[in-house]
């Protein structure tokens, strides 16, 4: 029998434990989440979902039931808990045998086939599960806790279990000795690691030790409380792991993501109902069965961490994150934060306007950009009719215009224009002109000395502005060209992480999203205009090999290239306006024809809503159809290379 501090103690312990066992689920959970969201494309990434899945099953089952006093709902949980350890097995070989891919060693057939029937197997266990042949009846009058007793079954299914687990472990080492790169070998032993702790935690140990725990409950539950948190930390290595698999973004980016989402999701969450569960117990110990600090604790918690996370995250992903690259990530984080965008653009030109006017007495005026040789309106306040209709390329010539004003301002109809000019410090010669200000006079209205002191300080202000307009929009403009160049060398880089021949030997190809969007853009100037001849397109080797076909010309060349993925996308036969067709159809007249969606859409008898749709379906259908052709391209000189 234990004295009473030791009886605290032990409880102590076992709600230590029932809080952690309740976190593993909830880290799971959220790491099941994070594969979801992010990466279920990898083959990698889905077979380890499913492991986290079992996981999820295994400790939210434990943690209800090591909650529960009934022995119906005992049982109940203990039988769930049971559906996660099934699987589990299978989910492991699954995942080993896709990281073995993913390092160059594809299947030939054999891994494929035995993973499937390892799930058949699993299928059979439950089957038996569910009959109740797999394990036999709950114990619940023993310590240290509730367990199942074992079944001729159970004692195959530790068999299984133990089997699948080494063949497992044996995938991971093949794949390890595979990586060549430091840090895949890094990641490799990190996933190794990682993937110890569901496996050897999830197993049922009270099958075959039950009466050794009973005697040892400090100990049982000692180690119990030891290994939660041992699994806690090495599912989440293992997702660290993982997270690297299917993704072509910048290690550093990786790392953030997963950290953020760790520390916003598994860290509050487990911290709240920690303290929830603490303050409730110690209530308990008080006579208090539930108390309103619960909740409110609980609260506090959420919001103290989400508050600290808000202000810690930008400090550590500068000093944890960026690296040897903290000064240039930091340089474009601020300026992401402070970029001007066309709304903030628009809103400080209307200041600058509504003080000219303020300062002139004026019902209305404008500010135009000059982009290239044409103005463009950016911004007009004020309710004048002129403001509707004004053709501002003859606003632009009289300022050209040199008998037409004093060379700081110049008059058009009711309009005094003033044009804005590049600050002087920022350029040698003869200034460049970046726009027009317009503002409405009155007749025989004279500009003072003071209100001309205002106003060259205004007109100075909107200078500015069009200034950093402009050369925003180069930058865009260079980011833009050079944003498939740098997609293209995350790709390459992403795959040499584990198979250095996949990464370096072989032509990465655009994701489906990208492919469907340079698709779209080539369609919308299929017969002429830059988003077809500056298109990305224009890199594939389909396209290359065009070339000369199309007399060196690109945009016949990629014109051909769509009129083939077009036609392959058509069917048989002659041309119908029937169901079949209807895609065909669609490219044909949107585009090809270039007729109106009104008339499209009366001419194929949907409605516009429905055009666009099929018309999206239609060009991620060509866009699939151009990548098989690249496909078959690079495989095709891929393999003359070789030989």
């Excluded at 063949?167 to 430091?182: G, H, P």
């Excluded at 853009?521 to 080797?541: E, F, I, M």
Aim: aromatic share 10%.
């Amino acid at each position: 029998m234990l004295s009473g501090w030791m009886r605290d103690l032990l409880t102590g312990i076992i709600t230590v434990n029932q809080i952690l066992t309740a976190g593993i689920a909830i880290t799971a959970f959220s790491l099941f989440l994070y594969a979801l969201s992010f990466n279920l494309r990898d083959r990698v990434a889905r077979s380890f979902a499913i492991i986290l899945l079992c996981v999820v099953t295994v400790f939210t089952s434990e943690a209800l039931e090591s909650s529960s006093s009934s022995p119906q709902v005992i049982e109940l949980f203990l039988r769930l808990e049971w559906i996660g350890i099934i699987f589990l097995p299978p989910a492991y070989f699954h995942l080993s045998d896709a990281v073995l891919v993913t390092t160059g060693n594809p299947s030939r057939g054999r891994r494929y086939v035995f993973v499937r029937l390892m799930y058949f197997a699993s299928v059979i266990f439950l089957l038996l599960l569910i009959l109740g042949r797999l394990l036999g009846p709950v114990v619940v009058d023993k310590q240290p806790t509730s367990f199942l007793q074992r079944t001729i079954w159970t004692e195959i299914f530790t068999v299984y279990y133990v089997v699948l687990m080494l063949l497992a472990w044996i995938n991971f080492w093949r794949a390890y000795r595979r990586t060549l790169t430091r840090s895949g070998r890094r990641r490799m032993i990190y996933l190794l690691a990682g993937a110890s702790a569901p496996a050897l935690g999830s197993f049922p140990y009270l099958l075959y030790g039950s009466s050794l725990a009973g005697n040892h409950p400090f100990l049982f539950w000692g180690l119990a409380t030891v290994s939660n948190l041992l699994i806690t930390g090495l599912i989440i290595l293992m997702a660290y792991a993982v997270a690297f698999f299917g993704v072509s973004w910048p290690d550093r980016v990786v790392k953030s993501r997963l950290f953020k989402w760790i520390m916003r999701g598994p860290v509050v969450a487990s911290a709240a109902l920690g303290v929830m569960t603490i303050v409730r117990r110690s209530g308990e110990l008080f006579g208090t069965i539930y108390s309103a600090a619960v909740p409110a604790v609980m609260v506090a918690t959420v919001l103290l961490l989400e508050h600290t996370i808000t202000l810690v995250a930008p400090l550590w992903e500068r000093f944890i994150f960026f690296g040897g690259d903290r000064a240039d990530l930091a340089l474009l984080q601020n300026l992401e934060e402070r970029l001007i965008t066309q709304n903030d653009l628009r809103q400080f030109l209307e200041a600058v306007l509504a003080a000219v006017r303020d300062h002139l007495q004026s019902p209305s005026a404008f500010v135009a950009a000059l982009d290239g040789q044409e103005l463009s309106l950016v911004v007009a306040t004020g309710n004048s009719p002129l403001l509707k209709g004004f053709n501002l390329s003859e606003a632009l010539q009289v300022v050209n215009h040199e008998g037409n004003g004093n060379g700081e301002e110049y008059i058009w109809g009711d309009y005094w224009l003033f044009p804005l000019h590049q600050p002087p410090e920022t350029i040698e010669g003869s200034p460049i002109m970046l726009g027009l200000l317009g503002v409405v006079h009155q007749p025989g209205q004279v500009i003072l000395r003071d209100q001309r002191q205002a106003l060259s300080l205004l007109l100075k202000r909107a200078s500015v502005a069009l200034q950093d307009r402009q050369l925003q929009r180069s930058v865009f403009r260079s980011l833009e060209n050079l944003r498939p160049q740098v997609d293209m060398f995350q790709r390459l880089r992403a795959l040499g992480r584990y198979d250095s021949k996949a990464g370096l030997l072989e032509e990465a190809l655009p994701p489906e999203s990208d492919m469907a969007e340079w698709v779209r853009d080539a369609l919308t100037h299929y017969w002429g205009g830059p988003k077809l001849t500056q298109n990305p397109l224009q890199n594939l080797q389909i396209v290359q090999q065009a070339f000369k076909e199309n007399n060196d010309n690109p945009a016949n060349a990629l014109r051909s290239i769509l009129r083939q993925a077009m036609d392959n996308v058509r069917p048989g036969g002659e041309r119908r306006f029937t169901g079949e067709w209807i895609l065909f159809n669609i490219l044909e007249m949107k585009f090809v024809e270039g007729r109106k969606v009104r008339d499209v859409a009366s001419r194929l008898a949907m409605s516009e809503a429905d055009l666009y749709r099929k018309q999206r379906v239609a060009i991620e259908e060509v866009a699939r159809v151009m990548l098989e052709m690249e496909r078959q391209t690079q495989n095709h000189f891929g393999g003359k290379e070789t030989r």
